[in-house]
């Protein structure tokens, strides 16, 4: 069974900077999403599940989470960058609503966004 947790961070108690969710098996973490929460929107800087857990979720419920807690502090985007031969992840967040961003390619990089909440 998959259990999940969120680690909010703050530099001050009125503003909270990032969060860090996890998936765990068992008590061992199988999953990390970053989460950062100082921009106008949400921004996912880091997302691995273990290669022993990929294909079963994890990520995805990792992603709506993340849209949900970003939504909870007022926002109404969440963003990521995913390499562009990663096509798997591209494939998961195009099945959330992520779509390419104007912003372009950089060193190998789309910039993805999408609307809150995800479904």
């Known amino acids: 069974m998959i259990t999940y ?4 961070t703050k530099i001050d108690a009125d503003a909270p900077t990032g969060a860090c969710l996890l998936a765990l098996a068992e008590g061992q973490v ?9 921009e106008p929107g949400g921004y996912v800087n880091s997302l691995y599940v273990d290669p022993a857990y990929q294909g079963q979720g994890i990520g995805r ?11 909870e502090m007022g926002k109404t985007t969440l963003g990521l960058a995913v390499h562009e031969c990663n096509v798997a ?5 195009n099945s959330l609503g992520f779509r390419p961003h104007d912003w372009g390619t950089q060193d190998g990089y789309l910039r993805y966004v999408a609307f809150l909440p995800l479904p």
């Open 61 to 71: 419920e990792l992603l709506r989470r993340a849209g949900q807690l970003s939504q």
């Open 89 to 93: 992840a591209r494939q998961l967040y």
């Open 30 to 38: 199988v999953a990390t999403l970053g989460l950062r929460l100082r």
């Open 5 to 8: 947790q969120n680690f909010i």
